[in-house]
Each structure stands twice: as structure tokens, then as C-alpha cells.
């Protein structure tokens, strides 16, 4: 009887003890690897946002944004042909790629883990996003600007 009851005991503390973590978190950050006020991350949809921040935790190392939500005159400026951006919608985020070869089938392996089923691999960046008016899944390899 009394196993029972440490045993019992055990989850409940465990479960108020998460909880009171994720209460904590959400009054300070939205997100656990990324800040709201970080580069890139104003304006992102929380769907792309979610997959991101476990995408970091699957990768265990940074991940580094360097274009999320983009204005028509700044999708003009960077990718001029493409006029249906998900960028623009904040559905696409665009993140640096690691420079050590296993370190970016790492990455890739983290985002396809996390949700991700829309990914371009460049030379110095992976573009990913969830707008699902574009064929999904699909992997692609494209070229830095």
C-alpha cells in the first residue's frame, strides 16, 4: 500500500512541475530556442515557428534565420521572379546551412523530423516552409543569391 502511494505520487509532481515550466516559458518566450524578437522571427506563422523550434532541438545546435516574413519590395529585391512567395505570407524561412557536409544532413534530417516536408538546400542556406498551395513534400536543390 504504501508503494503505491510513493508510485502514485511520482507523476502528479512531475506533471505540476512541467506545467509550472511551460507557464514560465510562455510569460517569458513564446518559443524555447528562439526569441521573439530575434532576426527574422516577427511575422513567422506559429506553424513555421513550431517546426523550427523542434527542428533546433532535434539538431542540437543553432539555428540561424536569415529571411523570414519579407515586404513585396524586399521579395522584389532578393528573388524578383517569384511573385507567389510563401515568404510573404510568412510561411517560408530561410536558415543558414552548415559548411561541415554531415553537419547539414544533420540539419536536414532535424527539419524533415520536425514537420518540415518543403525544402530547398543551397549552397549556403536551406529554405523551408509549410504553405501547402505549393507540391508538397518536395526537396529541391537551388542556388544562393
Not at 82 to 104: C, F, N, T, W
Request: proline residues 5%; contains cysteine.
Amino acid at each position: 500500500m504504501r508503494l503505491w502511494a510513493r508510485i502514485g505520487n511520482v507523476p502528479s509532481v512531475k506533471i505540476m512541475f512541467r506545467l509550472a515550466e511551460i507557464t514560465a516559458r510562455s510569460k517569458m518566450n513564446k518559443w524555447r530556442w528562439f526569441k521573439d524578437n530575434e532576426f527574422g522571427v516577427a511575422g513567422l506563422k506559429d506553424d513555421v515557428m513550431f517546426k523550427l523550434d523542434r527542428s533546433r532541438e532535434f539538431y542540437g545546435f543553432p539555428i540561424k534565420i536569415t529571411s523570414g516574413l519579407r515586404t513585396v519590395e524586399e521579395q522584389e529585391k532578393i528573388n524578383p521572379g517569384v511573385k507567389e512567395s510563401a515568404h510573404l505570407k510568412g510561411l517560408a524561412v530561410d536558415i543558414s546551412a552548415p559548411q561541415i557536409p554531415y553537419m547539414r544532413e544533420r540539419l536536414i534530417w532535424a527539419l524533415t523530423l520536425a514537420g518540415f516536408q518543403r525544402i530547398e538546400s543551397c549552397p549556403y542556406h536551406f529554405h523551408v516552409d509549410v504553405d501547402h498551395t505549393k507540391v508538397t513534400p518536395c526537396f529541391w536543390l537551388g542556388v544562393d543569391n
